[in-house]
């Protein structure tokens, strides 16, 4: 008798089998087996507990309602559901638990520092511990943190395929703590050897390259616990028995590089420093971890003149290289660009201050090195002498969950290198670029995460991200420009104040959890966040409430007014095409009233709130008075008797369109105006980074899809497929990132230009969310072809399966594919076709 099937991609917190959770009600999910139309009941088995029957459609996050689970172990899990037409068999699975706070026997410890290096030339420390096992091992789990970055060695072999452990948190609230399993890897005598450098924690960061953020000392924290066939466990930790040394790691930092010695062995060793810092902070890892994900050969290697080597990766990634190096001492320089000498250059990449950008590995041989305690992002590597390279690709090794294609080779390039882009800035933390800052900018995020959560399982990174954000919070409730901020010292701290607080990245605050729920049914994390949203609204309506911009100084207030933010800092719609850096020193000074954008976003978030309120059961009144109040007064402030708005910006009437800000009997007027804008500056747009991922949208929906794609497939600057044209592989901060003399201006990988592939998922494949609906549980397929395209095809991984969407030209008209997953709904709407409703299973029209 053929089995029956089972629900399958079985799932702990957002994340595969993980181990490690500190979760007290871990959630469960799962997908319903091909041929299922719904779920009537599961059946939940975790450890001993036992849900029984349960009577329920939900199979996303379903909350764990037993007894405590134990700590430090792993535990089995199952589940079988009764659908539409059968009961299923059993899926299995499991996780690991964490060590709680009285379960850690360890000590802090650190290594013997007799002077302490100048930032960027600090070594690599070497910290060993040795132990004797009575008996074999059945099950044993190494739970290891650091302040700092460390990688482990257990008689030998590497622990793990993690990269840059524990990774970048507000290390002062949450220090992740990693736990493996290493039962294969223990022996009667046993040594665990731990190198050890400033990572995050006290190396270099942000776009000031500043030292000692979190604390001037590294250490490191390690607990392994074993458990015996009789019952017994035994718990080996950190403790003043261990020895610090050195070894070949001679100085490591994430942002200056790495300098090793192949030849040299471990030595120095003497006793450790016991050190005291909290156990609060510690907590299990909630998000993917960073690993290394591809390997790159370069597709050109060129010897110059005067001995150097210039390998060309053909891709700009983040990440490092392995290289066989020569006998003798290798200097090797990462960049995006090639100097006129053809050899890679960093001149693109200096600070605001002049400071060297870093990126340099130095080795000395001869043998193989990688250089692990180091990231770049790089296209170019230049080697002062001939030697064998490789690419390696490093970043959160996410879940792939949705790809795009179409007939134009052009877009699909486009898609490509926005992927790229973002797989470049995805490394612990959703950062602006991987070389000169390195920052978790809020505003990028905020507007970039529907699309990566179309192309990546992102949940799970963006819980851990979350985190540090409520907890870097001012008291006001005002959120930083970037997450995780560095603690400042004073003298940066006033730099990074003036910044803090703007518009559009501290509303990411709001967006962020929103998108979670939207994208992934995340119930959970609205709730989490519900005090950090609340508390910066607080802040955006009081600021609005009390203060103005210095233009209007002398000018009485109007009554609307209070709901202007028209004070404190704004970055506005940052880096408009044609915004000059005399513009843009002046908005950075508050000499420009940036109050249309943020008054704007000041409603998006109000009117978030609402829902959001709703949704947790809680009382939605306040926010959806305080929306309308703020709509009023957007109104009365930003539009002229003519109707027009002003300032008179394309970002102005794509926010006004998007937000829902215009009167219903304006829109399409509006919408017009905003067509005629683009099109008086030959079909080109006018958009910095807050409004160009809703411009096509808003046109799309306005009745003006041909200047959508007359814009999305323009060729000359600005735009997406000039960058093509000049030779991009991922996306630019600016637009004019490189002129056709090959002039290069800011970072040459920056995401949040590529929030412009989410038309290409939701308009011209068209998958789109119902509204009010989470997750895809319901979704329109609804494609809008243009632009002479004959076919396209986009795929998502939803939390309840696969939607597929996929439609050609043909002689006889449009014809569509559409994949409905078990246990959703889809409407099928084509153009010129009355809509059609769908089940589960593939669709051909």
């Not at 002077?115 to 008996?135: F, Q, T």
């Not at 979190?214 to 403790?239: C, F, I, Y």
């Not at 103005?548 to 000018?555: D, E, F, P, V």
């Not at 000499?591 to 947790?616: C, F, H, K, W």
Request: charged share 20%; glycine share 8%; net charge negative.
């Amino acid at each position: 008798m053929t089995p029956a099937p089972s629900p399958a991609h079985l799932r702990v917190e957002h994340l595969d089998a993980p181990l490690g959770i500190s979760v007290e009600k871990p959630r469960f999910s799962w997908w319903l087996p091909e041929g299922a139309v719904r779920q009537q009941a599961y059946q939940l088995v975790v450890g001993e507990w036992d849900s029984g029957r349960i009577e329920s459609e939900q199979s996303v996050l379903v909350e764990y309602n037993g007894p405590r689970l134990p700590a430090s172990e792993v535990v089995p899990w199952r589940v079988k559901v009764w659908t539409d037409s059968i009961e299923t068999g059993w899926a299995e699975s499991t996780f690991g638990t964490a060590l709680r706070r009285d379960d850690w026997q360890a000590q802090w410890i650190s290594p013997v520092e007799d002077e302490v290096a100048s930032p960027g030339s600090r070594p690599g420390h070497l910290l060993r511990g040795k132990w004797h096992l009575d008996g074999p091992a059945v099950a044993a789990q190494l739970h290891i943190t650091a302040h700092g970055v460390y990688e482990a060695y257990l008689n030998g072999s590497r622990v793990g395929d993690q990269e840059l452990t524990p990774g970048s948190t507000d290390y002062r609230t949450q220090l992740q703590v990693q736990a493996y399993d290493v039962t294969e890897l223990l022996e009667s005598e046993n040594e665990l050897v731990v190198t050890l450098t400033d990572g995050w924690f006290r190396g270099m960061n942000a776009h000031s390259h500043i030292s000692n953020c979190w604390g001037d000392e590294v250490a490191l924290l390690a607990q392994l616990v074993v458990r015996h066939a009789d019952g017994t466990v035994t718990s080996l930790g950190t403790s003043s028995a261990w020895e610090s040394g050195l070894g070949p790691v001679l100085a490591a930092d994430l942002i200056a590089g790495e300098t090793v010695d192949l030849r040299v062995q471990p030595h120095s060793w003497q006793p450790v420093r016991v050190v005291e810092h909290p156990f609060e902070p510690l907590t299990g890892t909630t998000a993917p971890p960073v690993r290394r994900v591809e390997e790159i050969a370069p597709v050109l290697v060129t010897r110059l003149t005067d001995g150097t080597q210039v390998a060309d990766l053909g891709q700009n990634i983040n990440g490092w290289v392995r290289v066989d190096a020569p006998d003798g001492t290798l200097r090797i320089e990462h960049g995006e660009i090639l100097d006129s000498e053809g050899k890679a250059t960093r001149q693109n990449l200096s600070g605001p201050d002049g400071h060297d950008p870093g990126q340099v590995d130095v080795v000395t041989g001869p043998g193989t090195a990688e250089f692990r305690f180091s990231t770049k992002g790089f296209r170019y590597v230049s080697t002062s002498a001939p030697a064998d390279i490789t690419g390696v690709v490093v970043h959160t090794d996410f879940e792939r969950t949705g790809d795009f294609r179409c007939s134009n080779e052009d877009l699909n390039r486009l898609h490509d290198i926005a992927v790229w882009s973002f797989r470049g800035n995805a490394c612990d933390v959703p950062t602006d670029c991987p070389t000169r800052e390195r920052a978790g900018w809020t505003g990028d995020w905020q507007l970039y995460v529907p699309t990566a959560a179309f192309l990546y399982d992102v949940a799970g990174f963006n819980t851990k991200w979350l985190r540090d954000l409520a907890a870097q919070q001012w008291p006001d409730g005002r959120v930083p420009s970037w997450v995780p901020e560095p603690g400042w010292s004073d003298e940066h701290r006033a730099v990074s104040d003036s910044y803090t607080g703007s518009a559009g990245w501290g509303d990411a605050a709001v967006q962020v959890p929103y998108q979670q729920w939207w994208c992934y049914g995340d119930v959970g994390t609205l709730e989490q966040q519900w005090d950090s949203m609340e508390r910066w609204l607080a802040f955006a309506t009081r600021q609005a409430a009390t203060s103005r911009h210095s233009s209007k100084q002398g000018t009485p207030a109007q009554p609307h007014e209070r709901f202007i933010w028209d004070g404190g800092y704004h970055w506005g719609d940052w880096l408009e095409p044609d915004v000059d850096l005399e513009t843009i020193q002046a908005i950075i000074a508050r000499q420009i009233d940036q109050g249309s954008v943020a008054t704007a976003y000041l409603y998006r978030s109000a009117t978030q709130m609402a829902e959001i309120a709703s949704i947790l059961g809680r009382d939605r009144g306040r926010y959806s008075e305080l929306a309308a109040s703020v709509r009023d007064a957007w109104i009365k402030e930003y539009t002229a008797d003519d109707g027009s708005l002003v300032p008179s910006r394309q970002a102005t009437y794509v926010h006004a369109l998007a937000f829902g800000l215009v009167p219903d009997e304006m829109r399409q007027a509006t919408a017009d105006r905003l067509a005629k804008m683009i099109q008086d500056k030959d079909n080109h747009l006018g958009t910095g980074f807050l409004s160009t991922p809703l411009l096509l949208p808003v046109l799309a929906d306005h009745g003006h899809l041909d200047v959508a794609y007359d814009v999305l497939l323009q060729r000359t600057e600005p735009s997406w497929l000039c960058m093509l044209d000049r030779g991009a592989t991922t996306v630019w901060e600016f637009w004019q990132g490189q002129d056709d003399d090959g002039n290069t201006f800011g970072s040459l990988n920056h995401y949040s230009k590529g929030a412009v592939i989410s038309f290409l998922h939701q308009y011209v494949a068209g998958i789109r969310q119902v509204p009010g609906v989470p997750a895809y549980r319901q979704f329109v397929v609804a494609p809008r072809p243009g632009g002479a395209l004959t076919s396209a095809e986009a795929t998502l991984d939803t939390p309840y399966g696969t939607i597929r969407s996929a439609w050609s030209v043909t002689p006889d008209g449009l014809r569509a594919e559409v994949t409905v997953p078990p246990g959703t709904t889809a409407s099928l709407r084509l153009p010129g076709r009355p809509a059609e409703e769908l089940t589960a299973g593939i669709h051909v029209r």
